[in-house]
C-alpha cells in the first residue's frame, strides 16, 4: 500500500486561508468516506483534526474543514493562526481493511 | 483522564526481539478497535497493526506481516506488539491509538506519548 500523496509544505500569513490536499486510488480515498486528517507539533503526538471527511472532533476549531472529490480529499484552514504551524497528515481506509497515511505536509505560518 | 501509556522501548540488536505494552485507561477498553502507528526519526506516520475489540479481526501492514504480532488483553486494559527479527528500518517512535468508535477503524482519537524502539548494533 503506498503512502497518500501530499504536498511537502504550504505556508501562508496569519488570517489567510490554505488548503493541503492528499491524493489516493480507488482502493483508498476514492473507496469510501473515511479519510482522517491528524496535526502533529514536534516532539508530540498527533491529534485528531477532522475524521469521516469532514467531521471534526469535540474542542477542535470550526476553523478546520474537510472535503473529498474522487481520490483527492483536502483539508482546509480558515483564519491561519500561528499555532496553526506544524505538519499535518491525512490517512484513509482501505478496501484491504488497512490504513494509509500520506507523507505528511508541514505548514509554516508566515 | 482517557489515555494510553506505552512502554518497552530500547535499543535492540538487528535480528532481535522486544515486546510494547500500552497501559489504557479512563475508558471501557474491551469496546474499542485499538492499533499501533510508528514515526521513523524525521519521517512520517506509518500505520502498522489493528486488533478488534474481541481479538476476532486483525491486520497487518506489509512492511510487519510475519514478523510483529499484536495482541490484547481486555482484563488488564493491555495492547501489546511483539516484534521479531528486527531490522534497522524498524527504528522509530511506535504510538498506540485508539479508534474513535464511528463506522470502521479508520480515526484515532487518543494516543500515546510513544516509546522509542532504536535497532543497531
Known amino acids: 500500500q503506498s503512502a497518500l500523496a501530499q504536498p511537502a509544505s504550504v505556508s501562508g500569513t496569519p488570517g489567510q486561508s490554505i488548503t493541503i490536499s492528499c491524493t489516493g486510488t480507488s482502493s483508498d480515498v476514492g473507496a469510501y468516506n473515511f479519510v482522517s486528517w491528524y496535526q502533529q507539533h514536534p516532539g508530540r503526538a498527533p491529534k485528531l483534526m477532522i475524521y469521516?471527511?469532514?467531521n471534526r472532533p469535540s474542542g477542535v476549531s470550526n476553523r478546520f474543514s474537510g472535503s473529498k472529490s474522487g481520490s483527492t480529499a483536502s483539508l482546509t484552514i480558515s483564519g491561519l493562526q500561528a499555532e496553526d504551524e506544524a505538519d499535518y497528515y491525512c490517512a484513509s481506509y482501505t478496501t484491504t481493511n488497512t490504513l494509509v497515511f500520506g507523507g505528511g505536509t508541514k505548514l509554516t505560518v508566515l | 483522564q482517557v489515555q494510553m501509556v506505552e512502554s518497552g522501548g530500547g535499543l535492540v540488536k538487528p535480528g532481535g526481539s522486544l515486546r510494547l505494552s500500552c497501559a489504557a485507561s479512563?475508558?471501557?477498553?474491551?469496546?474499542?478497535?485499538v492499533n499501533w502507528m510508528r514515526q521513523a526519526p524525521g519521517r512520517g506516520l506509518e500505520w502498522i497493526s489493528s486488533i478488534s475489540s474481541s481479538s476476532l479481526y486483525i491486520h497487518y501492514a506489509d512492511s510487519v506481516k510475519g514478523r510483529f504480532t499484536i495482541s490484547r488483553d481486555n482484563a488488564k486494559n493491555s495492547l501489546y506488539l511483539q516484534m521479531n527479527s528486527l531490522r534497522a528500518e524498524d527504528t522509530a517512535v511506535y504510538y498506540c491509538a485508539r479508534d474513535n468508535g464511528d463506522y470502521v477503524n479508520d480515526a484515532f482519537d487518543i494516543w500515546g506519548q510513544g516509546t522509542m524502539v532504536t535497532v543497531s548494533s
Open positions: 479512563g475508558f471501557t477498553f474491551s469496546d474499542y478497535f
Open positions: 469521516d471527511v469532514s
